[in-house]
């Protein structure tokens, strides 16, 4: 049996193995964090329809709100009289062009305005609107007196449970990512 006894020809893979699984990792994660963003936002409207938050029970709308929003025939619920509120929650990117698929928030286009009773326009952007929900606003400094916005949290609890759930849904991003990875090794076979 001959043996060399010289070097062995180095066995390099191909450097367009690196790129491919960068490629795929890349876009297993992107494909994972939109999935993961676009559920967390359903589930927070579907908590908002069921007025999941201890908040709206605690400090139930007043019953002037709720005669005006019966009488133009508005759902009673917090939140949610129009519907414009909770069908204008999207998962929107941050950041970037080449980020956009990593960097994602939940909420509202930034310009978009809130709607009246009636369903018209009114000068004032969801965003402010959902920050007044959040936090409360007290118009008593003003002229005219009393009135104002009790807070009603509803934001920071949904996200307190998504930092919560945190590390399952880092592992099920990672699992995803290595299924992807595992796909692209099988289908070079």
Known sequence: MPTTSG???A??????????????????FGAAVQ????RERAAFVARIERQDFPSFAEVPLSRA????????????RTMIATE?????????????QRRRRRRLMIGFSHNLRARDLNG???DITLRRVAWVQEHGFSVATLPEGGGGVPARPHWRPHLDDMHADAPEAR?????????????????RR
């Open 35 to 38: 999935t993961y963003a676009e």
């Open 84 to 96: 414009h509120y909770i069908r204008s929650i999207r998962v929107l990117p941050l950041g970037s």
């Open 65 to 76: 709100w709720l005669r005006r929003k019966a009488a133009a025939g508005a759902d009673l």
């Open 11 to 28: 066995q390099i893979p191909d450097p367009s193995i690196f790129r491919r699984l960068r490629r795929t990792a890349s876009d297993a």
């Open 171 to 187: 592992e099920r991003i990672k699992s995803q990512i290595r299924t992807a990875i595992r796909g692209m090794h099988s289908r």
């Open 7 to 9: 070097p062995r020809k």
């Open 120 to 122: 018209d326009v009114v």
